[in-house]
């Protein structure tokens, strides 16, 4: 690296850098004089490559799991699962609009071993197609009413659910249908999100080992 014309990787500064000492494999460290970061000018690590999120986040979509995330782009599992809660915590849910048709769903899968039941609660617009909000937790009207309140919010016209109890007291009864074929969508996209995540099919050893992971997971899938 250049001490003259050098750009920090940290804040985007244009300042003269400082020499900071080496690392223990000889490659030389330095300091931003403006945000005070420390940095090399490169690294040996692969997830310190600047596509790695973006990677991890496509190799989560295409239902790889940590491991084989880890194997694929040669960095240690730790890393993946840090990397997932970082990349999860800076996603932001989407703008709900006013006045919107929507269908509510559950689906079941498991939480540290198969005997611990945890259950996903999520609503998507019907005319989109798009996930607007999802809650994790069992299956009680507490975890239901994450949901609801948040369509209730926006002012939802129609909620469309399946028959389920919980349902009659949380939706006002002039916006809650139970048609036959009001839940077609999201029905799919319960298929959809078993086929695309591991930890989430019927048969498998993938499951998720925390609800901290699996909302993570859930919302790098749905708004990442």
């Given at each position: 690296?250049?001490?003259?014309?050098?750009?920090?990787?940290?804040?985007?500064?244009?300042?003269?850098?400082?020499?900071?000492?080496?690392?223990?494999?000889?490659?030389?460290?330095?300091?931003?004089?403006?945000?005070?970061?420390?940095?090399?000018?490169?690294?040996?690590?692969?997830?310190?490559?600047?596509?790695?999120?973006?990677?991890?986040?496509?190799?989560?979509?295409?239902?790889?799991?940590?491991?084989?995330?880890?194997?694929?782009?040669?960095?240690?599992?730790?890393?993946?699962q840090s990397?997932?809660?970082?990349?999860?915590?800076?996603?932001?849910?989407?703008?709900?609009?006013?006045?919107?048709?929507?269908?509510?769903?559950?689906l079941c899968?498991?939480?540290?071993?198969?005997?611990?039941?945890?259950?996903?609660?999520?609503?998507?617009?019907?005319?989109?197609?798009?996930?607007?909000?999802?809650?994790?937790?069992?299956?009680?009207?507490k975890t239901?009413?994450?949901?609801?309140?948040?369509?209730?919010?926006?002012?939802?016209?129609?909620?469309?659910?399946?028959?389920?109890?919980?349902?009659?007291?949380?939706?006002?009864?002039?916006?809650?249908?139970?048609?036959?074929?009001?839940?077609?969508?999201?029905?799919?996209?319960?298929?959809?999100?078993?086929?695309?995540?591991?930890?989430?099919?019927?048969?498998?050893?993938?499951?998720?080992?925390?609800?901290?992971?699996?909302?993570?997971?859930?919302?790098?899938?749905?708004?990442?």
């Amino acid at each position: 690296m250049k001490e003259n014309g050098y750009k920090c990787i940290k804040c985007g500064h244009s300042q003269k850098p400082l020499k900071n000492g080496k690392t223990k494999m000889g490659i030389q460290r330095y300091k931003c004089s403006s945000c005070g970061k420390r940095f090399q000018d490169h690294y040996v690590y692969k997830a310190h490559l600047p596509q790695t999120n973006a990677q991890i986040s496509v190799l989560l979509k295409e239902g790889c799991g940590i491991r084989s995330i880890a194997r694929i782009l040669g960095i240690s599992p730790t890393t993946v699962q840090s990397r997932i809660l970082s990349i999860a915590s800076t996603l932001l849910k989407p703008v709900i609009p006013l006045g919107k048709e929507y269908e509510l769903d559950e689906l079941c899968t498991y939480i540290g071993k198969k005997s611990r039941h945890i259950w996903v609660a999520y609503a998507l617009r019907t005319d989109t197609k798009e996930v607007v909000d999802f809650a994790v937790g069992r299956r009680t009207n507490k975890t239901l009413k994450r949901v609801t309140n948040t369509l209730l919010g926006a002012e939802a016209v129609k909620i469309n659910t399946d028959k389920l109890r919980n349902y009659r007291s949380l939706v006002p009864r002039h916006i809650h249908k139970l048609k036959q074929y009001g839940t077609n969508h999201i029905e799919r996209m319960n298929l959809t999100l078993r086929t695309h995540l591991k930890r989430l099919n019927r048969r498998t050893i993938c499951f998720s080992k925390s609800m901290a992971m699996l909302s993570a997971c859930l919302t790098i899938y749905f708004w990442g």
